[in-house]
């Protein structure tokens, strides 16, 4: 039986750069998923009878929160919800579960890398039929049915359980649990060559891949460990856990230090990766060499032809705005387009779905290509295998090859977490003010030649997308980035991005901080962050 709950609308249930993210103790409050929920499903069209994908990355009130979904996509007239057994499917592993059954859509529960636990973040983000993050026009739709809610309607039916393969029914809609891993699994089989990675690591290679005892850790033991032929113990911190013990699951130099530790020692690895809560994001560290994700994005580009589902050759890359301009770089010398997005992974999927861009990246540690509709840890970890598998040279020669023939783009990141919001919400407005100021001034020896707030233009569907992030370009070709991040749950995050490129081999081997000081020192006076924040120091370098 369907009942009809009364409602009141909740404040702020606006989807940021990757869906709706709260506190759990928020998303705890009676009714408040039920009514994003509800929101989402009046704001789709036409899914009578269809498929549903459900998932999450396994963190505290993800079952809760699945249970009700999957009572409420009864209740709205779905026909089937697939949802990965133990409530578990990662972030790439919905897209191409979405894909493969050619799902309506799906609803992921995860808050990514932010920390979990009952004190921690939740999150929940709908995906369209393509496997890709809801664009806009659809997110924008979401909330403004929040803003009036009155009533949702959810099926009156026992819990499903959640551990048990197989079909059950709720009302009407067939449930099916099913294996997160099997369908991202075989996938992954068909676009690289497992074989001639089951020979490297046959060969004596060593890696350690850190799942931060999130999401990942089941598809990288049955993809690594039982697949390829790792040694057992490859996977560390491979158990998902509520509150990931306790970490930040976020693959940086700051959150996986333990395994960059270990890679920085001189009998570590040859390989070292981590993912994220949800399973997108990749980071790739080769013995004494970490690989910043945006020289990953270009060199996964300039190699991408080695792995088999990529033997063509890529159609063209796509980058985020505040990526560095590596790929770029690539993009020219083998001729493809390099496009432009903001910031966050739903603005590739129109260039993906036209086959105008085969990879993508961003410089937040995430990869990935048109094999689904996210970006993709475990992805970039075994493109990697594959090329090293091939060249059989180490990280280090690989990189150290890629920047003579390209030149090194120099490249960090600092963060600025939990300053107080309408603090960094003036400066961001100070610095759109003085855009047309800032062109022709020197300083600390580098003169600006423009600025300018990025907006997007789709090319595919003609929206445009404002206020992207406040750009700075100075005549030696560094950049430099400002913009407040769309994924925080507590006050504002500064994030600026810095740039600067090396043509020259003899300098290709600085201390990335040291090449950027300069450029760091300009950052902090342009926006004053220290008079209108009181930090003096970021809180996250990466
Ligand atoms: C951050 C990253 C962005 C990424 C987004 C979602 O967004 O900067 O590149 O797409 O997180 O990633 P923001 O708005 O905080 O800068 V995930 O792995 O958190 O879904
Ligand atoms: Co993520």
């Known amino acids: ?16 750069t990757s869906g709706l993210r709260k506190k759990v103790t928020v998303f705890q409050q009676p009714h408040y998923i039920e009514n ?76 990514s890398h932010n920390p979990g636990g009952e004190h921690g973040d939740f999150g929940i983000k709908y995906n369209i039929g393509n ?65 001639a990675i089951r020979d490297l690591f046959a060969s004596g290679f060593t890696m350690r ?68 809560g949800d399973g997108d994001r990749n980071m790739i560290i080769g013995r004494g060499r970490f690989v910043t994700p945006s020289d990953s994005l ?10 088999p589902g990529y033997k063509e050759g890529i159609a063209g890359i796509a980058r985020s705005m505040p990526t560095s301009g590596a790929a770029d770089r690539v993009a020219e010398k083998l001729g493809v387009k390099c496009y432009e997005t903001p910031t966050g ?72 977490e939990e300053v107080d919001s309408a603090a960094a919400d003036a400066l961001m407005a100070d610095l759109r003010a003085r855009l047309d100021n800032l062109p022709g001034t020197v300083i600390n020896g580098l003169t600006v030649e423009r600025a300018d707030d990025f907006a997007y233009h789709d090319p595919i569907d003609g929206s445009v997308t404002t206020k992207q992030g406040v750009r700075v370009f100075f005549t030696d070709g560094s950049r430099l980035v400002y913009r407040l991040s769309g994924t925080g749950t507590a006050g504002a995050t500064l994030r600026i991005y810095l740039e600067r490129f090396e043509p020259d081999p003899a300098r290709h081997d600085l201390d990335t901080q040291d090449a950027l000081a300069a450029l760091v020192q300009i950052a902090r006076d342009v926006a004053d962050i220290e008079g209108r924040t009181g930090r003096s120091t970021p809180t996250v370098i990466t």
């Not at 039986?1 to 940021?16: N, S, Y």
């Not at 050619?102 to 529960?109: N, R």
């Not at 891993?181 to 690289?192: I, Q, R, S, T």
């Open 209 to 276: 891949f850190d799942a931060m005892s999130a999401v990942t850790g089941p598809y990288a033991g049955a993809i690594l460990e039982e697949t390829l032929g790792a040694r057992p113990g490859t996977v560390m911190h491979g158990e998902p856990l509520p509150d990931f013990g306790g970490h930040h699951p976020d693959p940086n130099l700051v959150h996986a230090k333990e395994l960059n530790d270990l890679l920085m020692s001189e009998d570590g690895p040859d390989l070292g990766a981590a993912s994220d």
């Open 36 to 111: 994003f929920v509800q929101g989402l499903f009046d704001s789709l069209d036409a899914f009578e009878g269809e498929t549903l994908i459900v998932g999450g990355d396994g963190r505290y009130y993800n079952r809760e929160a699945i249970q009700i979904v999957i009572k409420m996509a009864a209740a709205a007239g779905f026909g089937r919800v697939l949802v990965g057994k133990g409530g578990i499917l990662s972030t790439p592993a919905a897209s191409c579960v979405i894909r493969k059954h050619e799902a309506f859509g799906g609803i992921i529960l995860s808050a």
């Open 131 to 195: 496997g890709g993050p809801a664009p806009e026009h659809v997110t924008d739709a979401i909330f403004e049915r929040t803003k009036t809610i009155r009533e949702y309607r959810i099926m009156e039916a026992d819990d499903v359980d959640l551990d048990a393969l197989g079909i059950t029914r709720v009302g009407d809609m067939v449930v099916d649990v099913i294996d997160p891993v099997e369908d991202y699994a075989e996938l992954m089989g068909e676009l690289f060559d497992f074989d």
């Open 345 to 416: 992974w739903k603005f590739f999927g129109n260039l993906l779905d036209a086959g105008l861009a085969t990879v993508c990246g961003e410089e937040s540690f995430g990869t990935g290509s048109n094999h689904v509709r996210e970006k993709d840890g475990l992805w970039a970890v075994l493109m990697w295998l594959n090329i090293l598998a091939v060249r059989r040279q180490s990280v280090a020669e690989i990189v150290a090859e890629h920047w003579e023939a390209y030149g090194r783009n120099y490249y960090t990141r600092h963060d600025y």
């Open 1 to 16: 039986m369907i009942r009809v709950v009364a409602t009141t609308p909740f404040e702020g249930q606006k989807p940021g």
């Open 298 to 307: 270009a060199i996964i580009a300039a190699n991408a032809h080695l792995a």
